[in-house]
């Protein structure tokens, strides 16, 4: 068993090393992410402490609950590590991770849904294992974000991307495989659909909203 020194001198030393690692400019970025597609451990670490504030707000914007970001986020961190050597220098280290963890977030959605899909064709209603169907939230507790879950997956993604992470239709018809007439359409949907549930849910609370 390590004695507390040896843990206070093996914490200094990846410290000091993150600290030598850690980028100030385009080109120390490259090299950070060489030494990472290299698996020095001490590179993976400085990119995932990095990047893993930003990377679980863009799940978190993304998913519906907060387990699931958290497993996006993981899966994206992951991925993110996998591709280091794909990394250039001609774009920032943080859009380029959030382009990934966007499209690994999207992708386990994907799954998720093809999975529930499939077991709901074989399991009745009310006993799916991952419960049943959310309640509605009464209006004296609605809230923006509730207004936000109501929108469809796909409204609610592009919604999020455009408004939220400032992506271009262009670049989320990139990130989503969608056309870009398909993006624009669930945009203006999803503010017409928030529009009037925002009119309904204030004249129902009389102008008060969360």
């Known amino acids: ?12 030393a990846i410290g000091q090393a993150a600290q030598a690692l850690t980028p100030t400019d385009a080109q120390a970025d490259v090299e950070l992410m060489a030494a990472v597609a290299a698996n020095d451990r001490t590179a993976q670490r400085v990119v995932v402490e990095r990047l893993a504030r930003r990377v679980r707000k863009v799940t978190g ?40 963890t966007i499209r690994t977030t999207l992708r386990a959605a994907r799954r998720e849904r093809s999975r529930k899909g499939l077991l709901e064709r074989w399991l009745p209603a009310g006993v799916l294992p991952w419960g049943g169907p959310p309640t509605q939230s009464s209006v ?10 109501r929108l469809s997956r796909e409204r609610f993604q592009a919604f999020a991307l455009h408004h939220a992470l400032d ?30 549930m925002l009119r309904f849910e204030l004249r129902a609370t009389g102008g008060k909203l969360r």
């Open 61 to 100: 914007l993304l998913c519906r609950t907060a387990a699931d970001a958290d497993d996006a986020a993981q899966l994206a961190l992951i991925e993110i590590l996998k591709s280091a050597d794909t990394f250039r220098v001609a774009t920032s280290l943080e859009r380029w991770a959030e382009r990934i």
């Open 167 to 196: 992506y271009t239709v262009e670049e989320i018809a990139e990130l989503t495989s969608s056309p870009v007439g398909t993006v624009k359409d669930r945009l203006v949907s999803a503010r017409k659909q928030l529009r009037k």
């Open 1 to 12: 068993m390590s004695s507390s020194s040896d843990r206070s001198a093996d914490s200094s």
């Open 140 to 149: 004296e507790q609605i809230s923006l974000d509730a207004l936000l879950q």
